[in-house]
C-alpha cells in the first residue's frame, strides 16, 4: 500500500499568483487534512474531510484559501492571490473513520516559496 | 486548549549515545492520545506511536522507549545506542478524544553524529 503522496514537492511563486497542491490519501482512508508548518514550528491544523465533505476549517485559513474534495478520494488546496507569508510547507494526513483512526499518515509536504 | 511543550530545541549526541527528548503536555480532557513522530530533512513526518491517556504502561520498541506518566503530565521519548539515521526532527502531538485535531509541540531537533 503506498502512502499518502503529495504534488508537487516544491513550489516557487511571484506574490500575488494563485497556486493548487494535490493530495492523494491512502487509499481506504475516509478522512483527510491538511496542515500548514512553518519554519522551526509544529503544524498546524487547516481543515479536515469526512469522505467529501468539508467538516470544519481552521481560523489561519483566510479567505483566499479554499480546498476541496470532489470524489472523497483526492483533495486539492488552492491558495489565490499568494503573500510572503504563505511560505511554508503544506502537509496532508489521511486516516480510518474508527479504530486505527485514531491514527494520522502524513504525505512529505509540499513547501511553497512565495517570492 | 490543549498545548504541547518541548523545552529542548536541539540536541546533539555522539552515535550510541542515549538520548532522551521531553514532551509535557496541557489538556482538560479526560480521555486522550499522544503522538510522536519523525520528521527527517525529506519533510515527510513518520508515525513512531501512539498512547492512550488510560494506558499508562511503557512501550518498547527495538532502540526505542516511551515513558508516559499521567502524574506529571509528560511523554517521554528515549532512543538507545543511536544511529547517525536517527538525525531529524521530532515531534511530540495530543489529541483529545471525539477531536480529530493534532496539536503539537515545537520539536526537537535531534543531531547524532558519527
Known amino acids: 500500500d503506498t502512502g499518502v503522496s503529495q504534488d508537487p514537492r516544491h513550489k516557487i511563486t511571484k506574490r500575488g499568483q494563485n497556486v493548487t497542491f494535490r493530495c492523494d490519501p491512502i487509499s481506504e482512508h475516509n478522512r483527510l487534512y491538511w496542515y500548514r508548518q512553518t519554519l522551526g514550528q509544529g503544524p498546524e491544523f487547516l481543515t479536515y474531510?469526512?469522505?467529501?465533505?468539508?467538516?470544519?476549517k481552521s481560523r489561519l485559513l483566510s479567505d483566499r484559501f479554499s480546498a476541496e474534495r470532489p470524489k472523497g478520494s483526492f483533495s486539492t488546496l488552492e491558495i489565490q492571490r499568494t503573500e510572503q507569508g504563505d511560505s511554508a510547507m503544506y502537509l496532508c494526513?489521511?486516516?480510518?473513520?474508527?479504530?486505527?483512526?485514531?491514527?494520522?499518515?502524513f504525505g512529505a509536504g509540499t513547501r511553497l516559496s512565495v517570492l | 486548549a490543549q498545548k504541547v511543550t518541548q523545552a529542548q530545541t536541539e540536541i546533539s549526541v555522539v552515535e550510541k549515545e542515549d538520548v532522551t527528548l521531553d514532551c509535557v503536555y496541557e489538556?482538560?480532557?479526560?480521555?486522550?492520545?499522544l503522538f510522536w513522530y519523525k520528521q527527517p530533512p525529506s519533510g515527510e513526518l513518520v508515525f513512531l506511536i501512539r498512547?492512550?491517556?488510560?494506558?499508562?504502561q511503557n512501550e518498547i520498541s527495538g532502540r526505542y522507549s516511551w515513558n508516559f506518566q499521567k502524574s506529571t503530565s509528560s511523554f517521554n521519548f528515549t532512543i538507545t545506542a543511536s544511529q547517525v539515521v536517527d538525525s531529524a526532527v521530532y515531534f511530540c502531538a495530543l489529541r483529545p478524544l471525539g477531536n480529530y485535531k493534532l496539536t503539537f509541540g515545537k520539536g526537537t531537533l535531534l543531531t547524532v553524529n558519527p
Open positions: 498512547r492512550n491517556s488510560f494506558d499508562e
Open positions: 494526513a489521511s486516516s480510518l473513520g474508527t479504530g486505527e483512526g485514531l491514527t494520522k499518515y
Open positions: 474531510f469526512q469522505n467529501e465533505a468539508q467538516l470544519e
Open positions: 489538556t482538560r480532557d479526560t480521555t486522550y492520545y
